[in-house]
């Protein structure tokens, strides 16, 4: 009875949660960057962005019984849609595909757990913040929510802090959980159309980002090609749009109650 | 069930549904539509009813699947079309829009 008992805890948590298969190097003690899908998709085009100008390679894949049954073709070779991608002193993380809400604290507490393993030394999370008069930005402002006050320094000048205020999704969570594992987090919202694809705030994301970590991306090609960035992510923002329905995005508008 | 090209492509009417966002103010809604490769003087906006706007873009070239990557469908697209029901009856005569950066903004009066 006790047997049966763990056994079928055991097999629940496996498949709970998400399995993160490694198939080339990860780098001890680096920063992980989280590009997944969200308001105006900036993470997802930010951190592809990254990938392609930096020629990271595809170091691994998050697996996960409870996502949709899919995989995504790429150069004819069937992949998982949530991958990591490498180079000596940097993971980023991106997903093809909007994560359903159910699969969002296994996620978190998964990645976190296997970031903490791997001594990831700054968790970076890109994403949007929806503003109703996107079109009178010209130049997307970019905030910052951060895992604990000394981060603050680190951030260069490059955004600034958020101090109240909701998170809902991925990014609140990976924060929050960053905390408690003591590994110094960042989540970097980028104004952003709601659900348009937005390249020029993915470029305000990046230009933060190479000022945070003192990279040099180009982020022109983002800008170049906006219009066909637009065009083909049009189907994943639909996808994602539905998703941040579900888990109530549209919350980050509310003020907290309560102070001090 | 119709077999369909995916969300909002439609090979048939060589159209494209594209995406919008729609808010509802005390006073007004306003609807943001995305429409890469489109010239503003191409937009045609439309309100056949009080709760429907309709928007019709002629785009600037045509788009194929081939020029978005994918090989394994055809089809070509030269316009975006979507008619859209709001959720609350809005003035025909009352409309203001912008377009910048390839979105157009369309603010409606609500109906009093």
């Known amino acids: 009875m006790g047997n049966g008992w763990i056994s079928m805890s055991k097999r629940l948590s496996e498949t709970d949660g998400f399995r993160i298969v490694e198939t080339g190097p990860i780098p001890k003690k680096a920063v992980m960057i989280n590009g997944l899908p969200d308001v105006g998709l900036v993470g997802l085009l930010a951190s592809s962005h990254i990938i392609t100008s930096l020629g990271l390679e595809e170091v691994g894949s998050l697996e996960s019984e409870l996502l949709p049954p899919m995989i995504v073709l790429h150069g004819g070779v069937p992949k998982s849609p949530v991958r990591l991608f490498a180079n000596s002193s940097l993971i980023v993380l991106i997903s093809e595909t909007a994560i359903p809400v159910s699969l969002l604290r296994p996620l978190a507490n998964d990645l976190v757990g296997w970031a903490q393993k791997n001594g990831t030394q700054l968790m970076l999370s890109l994403g949007g913040m929806a503003v109703a008069n996107r079109q009178d930005i010209d130049t997307p402002k970019v905030f910052a929510a951060i895992s604990e006050k000394r981060l603050e320094s680190r951030l260069n000048g490059a955004a600034e802090i958020l101090e109240e205020g909701y998170i809902v999704g991925a990014y609140g969570l990976l924060l929050r959980k960053c905390t408690e594992s003591a590994i110094p987090a960042i989540a970097l919202l980028t104004q952003a159309y709601y659900n348009h694809p937005d390249p020029e705030a993915a470029a305000a994301a990046l230009t933060a980002v190479n000022k945070i970590l003192e990279l040099k991306v180009d982020v022109s090609e983002l800008l170049k090609k906006g219009e066909e960035i637009r065009l083909r992510s049009k189907d994943m923002m639909h996808r994602t749009q539905e998703e941040m329905l579900k888990m109530n995005k549209m919350h980050e508008y509310d003020l907290p109650p309560l102070y001090g | ?112």
């Open chain 2, 1 to 112: 069930m119709p077999f369909s090209q995916g969300t909002g492509w439609n090979v048939t009417a060589a159209c494209i549904e594209p995406l919008y966002n729609l808010m509802v103010g005390a006073a007004e809604i306003v609807l943001t539509i995305d429409l890469p490769y489109v010239d503003q003087r191409q937009v045609k906006l439309a309100c056949p009813a009080d709760d429907v706007l309709e928007i019709h873009a002629e785009t600037t070239r045509k788009i194929t699947f081939e020029d978005l990557g994918i090989k394994h469908r055809h089809g070509e697209f030269t316009c975006y079309h979507a008619r859209i029901r709001t959720p609350v009856p809005v003035d025909e005569t009352n409309i203001k829009t912008r377009f910048k950066r390839g979105v157009l903004e369309v603010h409606v009066a609500r109906l009093k």
